[in-house]
Structure formats: C-alpha cells, structure tokens
DNA sequence: CCCCAATGTTGACACTGACAACATTATCTA
DNA sequence: TAGATAATGTTGTCAGTGTCAACATTGGGG
C-alpha cells in the first residue's frame, strides 16, 4: 500500500475489458493485482476502511488516504460515501450486523432460554474482543452522534434482539422480581462494559493480567446467575 | 465567536498593560473582554474545546478553530499542546480526575462499604451523564488508542479508587464466594456499560423511555445486591 | 447502436496540521 | 534596574484533507 504501489495501479487503469458484473482486470504485466473491481469500489473502501481503523485509528482514516491506497482518484470514495462521518456510519453499522448474526448463532439450538443468554452474552464479548476495528467505530461516540438512518437501524435490531432473549428468561420464570427493563438495560450495560474492558487496549493494560475465558464465564455467572 | 469578533480582539492585543500573574486586558473600548489572558491560554483552550467536544464532536474539534475564537494566532495552541491527540488527552485526564473525585466524594461519610460501593456507582454514572463532552472523550478509541502519560495516570486511578472500594465491601463480608478480581471487572463494566447507555443520546434514544433516577436504583440493586 | 445512469477523473479552493523564523512578554539574576 | 533567557505568541509557508464542479469512462437497457 506505498505510494510506489499506488503508482503501478494507477497504470492498469486504463485497459478495460471483460463483461458481465465480474469486471476482473487482468494482472498487470508486471505482477500484482489490481486492488478493486471497477464497480465494487464501495467494498473494497468498506474493507480497507476497517484495516486502517484497525491499525491506525479513526482520526488517520482519510478518503484520499484510501483513494490511495486503493489506486483511485481522491474523489472516487464521494461516490460512495459523501464523507468520512457516512463511511464511518456504514463501518459500524455492519459491525452491529456482523455483532448481532454472532450473538444470534451463538443462542442457536440452546434449550433453555437462561443459558441462550449467556451464551449470547459470551458471543457478545468475545465479538467485541476479536473485532476490534469494528467494535473502535461502534463505541465511537462521533459515530454515534452523526448515526445515518443505517446504523441507528442496525443498533436498534441488535437491540431487539438481545432484549428479546432477556424477555424469554424472565418468561421462563428467571429473576421474577426484577423488572424486566431493568433486567435488560443491565445485561446491555454489562455487554457493553465487559466488551470495552476487554477490547481495549488501555483498559486491558490497566486492569493488568485478565484470564479472558475465566473472568468472563465468571462476569456471566455474576450477571445471569443460574440457581 | 465569529471571525468579526476575532477581528475585534486581535486590535486589542497591542496595548499591554498591568503588572503581576494577573495579565488581565482592560475591556475594549467597543466593548466585549479579551477571550484569554496572556498566559493562560491553555486553560482557555482546554475550556473551549470542551464546549466544542459537546457541541460539534471531536472530528470537528481543530487547534485552528480554537485559536480564531480565542483570537489568537492560528499557531499559538501549538505551544500548550503539540497536536490534537495531546489537548484530547489533557480533556480525557481532567476528566478521569473529575470523575473520580465525584466518586470518592461520594463515599464520603458513608459507614457501610457496600453503601458506599453503591453511592460511588450512583456518582460515577450521574457523573457521565452530567458531563458528556468529558465523558465523550474518556470513551473515544482513539483518544485511548494515543493515550498520553498523563491520561494514563488518571485512569489508573480512577480505577485504583473504584478497585479499593471492591476490597473493602468483600473484606466486609460481601459476595464471600466469587473472586475480588471477577468482582472489580463487574462492577468497572456495569458502570462503563450504565454511564454509555445512559448518557449517549443515541443509546438513549434506542432504549426507549429511561426512568433515570429509577433505572440506575434498580441496576445498582442489581449488580451490588443488598441482602 | 444510442441514450442515460452510475462511476471514476481532474483541477481548484478552503481548511487543517506542522514547521521554522521572528516578535513579544515574563521571569530570574547580578 | 538592566540584561539574559525562557516562555509564549505571531507570521508565513507547505503538505494533506475535504469539497465541489466539470469532464470522461463504464455499464445497462431498449
């Protein structure tokens, strides 16, 4: 992704050729491929997006940057996302999908609705924990203030989702005293909270030596106890 | 704040008068006070970009724009802060060491320490709603991403202070059966979860109706039971 | 093949951060 | 009190970014 490599894409530009929607460049003649489909640019920003969020953090993240990178005019990501703040809406929105479809599988062929709880509490942290380019734009609070009509949805089903299984708990009898509102503002709290700690670099490093899948299981256990 | 006003001020700052650590201006004859005095922009910037934090967001958070409505020269906040990761660092700290001074405060005169266990959640979650702009910059990836010492420092003793109060509840006899670290890493996570639910607007637009004042009781009840 | 929409390019401009040289103010010491 | 030095603020310049508009290319449909 140097300036030199954008150089050499910048020359395959200009033959076009193959049909269909699979708009495939050849390799250049002198190796290397070309870094997107002419027509699926929008993905490849999505995807290098996420990596430059990943490694450098939000404020590095540029459209020219990833114009670059991708060999394509500086102007060629407007098309796609009229600025950074849409770009970043689009990140973390398919972050709450990809967070909500693993919360959802985990709680898969689990009988009892108590334990689709924690089972999807765990997907929730240990999403969090391995994605953390996508978890960085979520928690971003930029990103939640400027939320496009996409992201506010996709927070807004992952929400549903979670506490509908919280509705399922108690509608199996657990916790009958607590109101289930309550129930569910908490187990989100818990979520979001665990999944920061964990996630975050700094946090990790001030909490000092944390055994993930112990102290989780045990935060599960503190947060959904099974009698 | 506009680029009129800053015309204003700039006349103002060839007349220098005074004497001593008070370098104050004598109000322009048009009228309007100088927006700092010399010597203590930091503070103004400080101040300033935490109400552009609240207003705008970081993204449009620049050491530019601060200089034109404090009416200095666009290089000045340069000399306090060598680029913005370093102002949203001093933000960041200054607002771990609110926040944990409103936590300890708290506790102050409180007998029991699971009482006081409970009025410290009770602050620290007032506390982040009360104060979005810091709160916004304390859960920024990115501005923990680049954390300096400084904020480092600040955090380490918010939680340092939030982690003894733990101690002290278990050695009183709370919770005997689960282990202090699984304990501390609840609480941290139920009052970060609580503090983002309860004070970002996009959260709390997603949740529905929040009976705050009732809400945070019952979540307290929840994650510090009293028996 | 032609028309039109979608997509990508180019050039220009305003804004921002960064840097260096210069200017002003504040502090300290003899 | 004067001089030296440090701290602080100013000015000008340059590179990078977002934005906009006009133009060019690609893709799809009739």
Redesign the interface.
């Known amino acids: 992704m140097s300036g030199k490599m954008s150089d050499k894409i910048s020359d395959e530009t200009k033959p076009h050729g193959g049909a269909g929607d699979e708009k495939i460049l050849a390799p250049a003649a002198e190796g290397g491929a070309r870094k997107y489909h002419h027509g699926a640019l929008r993905e490849a920003l999505l995807e290098r997006a996420v990596v430059i969020l990943g490694e450098q953090?939000?404020?590095k993240l540029s459209l020219r940057g990833l114009a670059r990178d991708l060999g394509v005019s500086h102007a060629a990501p407007a098309r796609h996302f009229a600025n950074?703040?849409e770009l970043l809406s689009a990140i973390a929105s398919e972050g709450y999908q990809r967070l909500t479809a693993a919360t959802t599988k985990a709680a898969v062929g689990v009988e009892s609705a108590v334990e689709r709880l924690r089972a999807m509490g765990r997907a929730s942290v240990r999403w969090a924990m391995d994605n953390r380019s996508f978890?960085?734009a979520i928690?971003?609070?930029?990103v939640?203030?400027?939320?496009d009509p996409g992201l506010?949805a996709s927070?807004?089903a992952y929400?549903a989702t979670v506490a509908e299984a919280f509705a399922e708990a108690q509608h199996e009898g657990w916790q009958p005293r607590?109101?289930l509102?309550?129930?569910q503002?908490?187990g989100?709290?818990?979520?979001?909270?665990?999944s920061?700690?964990f996630s975050?670099?700094?946090?990790r490093k001030?909490?000092g030596n944390?055994d993930d899948e112990k102290?989780i299981e045990?935060?599960i256990d503190?947060?959904i106890p099974v009698e």
């Open positions: 953090g939000i404020e950074k703040g978890y960085s928690m971003n609070p930029d939640n203030r400027y939320a506010t927070l807004q929400i607590s109101r509102q309550a129930l503002i908490f989100f709290a818990a979520t979001i909270g665990a920061v700690i975050d670099p700094l946090h001030l909490f944390l102290l045990e935060i503190l947060v």
